[in-house]
């Protein structure tokens, strides 16, 4: 299973979405996007659903001086959550990556006050919360944005889904106790990387990310 974009992706996750909603499973649902790729994909579900679509801000800490290599991400102001088994590999420490944490941390601040644009972030005590992307490799990405939800004690959602188009096995393994629900339409044992299963992978900007967050406020 290929996709042509984004958009085509994120109506096929709807349509599955739209099916466990009519059968009751996804009451009063709030749609949160992992920017940016995943925005264009949840503006499809939020669509579908009926449903208020919102970001939540996820920044990937990569190695020191191998920065596209990820060893955690880290969501809002949660702590951040370190793959143990590649620090282990690298000879790193969490304290090593101090510094990659302030930063990323002060870029994550930075895009939520970009896109919230003065907006609170979105109250998701008693609500089916449905936090969508446009893939899922590692997993590591996800699974700092769900811890982030989870240690929301006093807001905690009723009910807490991931959603994407494709993922890795071992990624969706992985996630799978992170949720109470993991949805996918595709996942190949030959999977390399998310952009793989799309024919036009571009960036969004932010400006397209803030033209599909105000098409879909509440």
Known sequence: MRFRDRRQAGRELAARLRERQDAGALPDPLVLALPRGGVAVAAEVAEALGAPLDVLVVRKIGAPRH???GVGAMAGDGVPVFDEEALRALGLTQADLAPVVERER???????RLYRQGRP???PRGRTVIVVDDGLATGSTARAALRALRALRARDPARLVLAVPVASPE????LRPETDDLITLH???AFMAVGQWYDEFDQLTDEEVLGALREHQP
Do not use: I, K
Not at 171 to 174: D, H, I, N, Q, Y
């Open 67 to 69: 920065e596209e290599y």
């Open 106 to 112: 002060a870029e994550l601040l930075r895009r939520e």
């Open 121 to 123: 972030a979105p109250d």
């Open 171 to 174: 990624g969706a393994a992985t």
């Open 187 to 189: 996942e190949p044992a």
